[in-house]
C-alpha cells in the first residue's frame, strides 16, 4: 500500500469515529486525546512484544501484535493529518536525515 493511500483511509476512517465520537461524548476527541490513545497503544505493542519475547507473559492472546502495530500507524497517520503534516513528506525527510546521519 502506498503511504498516500495509507493516509487517505486513515482520515476516512477517523472521520467516522469522530462520528460515533459526537454521538457518544457529544464532540469529537481532540488532537491531544488522539495522541493519549496513541500513547495506550504504543504501550501495548511494547507488553506485546514482550510477551513474544516470554519475559511479559499474558493469557489473553488477543490483541496481536501485528493488529496493534498496524493500529499504532494509523494512529500516527491521523495525528498528522490532524496536525497538517504530509506523512509522505515526514516520513521520507526523517529516513533521509537517518541516512545522512549514518554514512
Known amino acids: 500500500m502506498e503511504i498516500k493511500e495509507l493516509a487517505n483511509r486513515s482520515k476516512r ?14 464532540r469529537p476527541w481532540s488532537p491531544e486525546q488522539d495522541a493519549l490513545a496513541f500513547l495506550t497503544d504504543a504501550g501495548l505493542v511494547g507488553r506485546l512484544v514482550m510477551d513474544k519475547q516470554g519475559s511479559w507473559p499474558t493469557s489473553d492472546p488477543e490483541p496481536l501484535l501485528d493488529y496493534k502495530i498496524a493500529e499504532n500507524i494509523w494512529w500516527l497517520s491521523s495525528i498528522a493529518e490532524a496536525n497538517g503534516i504530509d ?12 541516512e545522512q546521519h549514518l554514512n
Open 13 to 26: 476512517i477517523r472521520e467516522a469515529y469522530h462520528e460515533l465520537e459526537r454521538k457518544q461524548d457529544g
Open 87 to 98: 506523512l509522505e513528506t515526514a516520513l521520507n525527510n526523517f529516513l533521509k536525515s537517518r
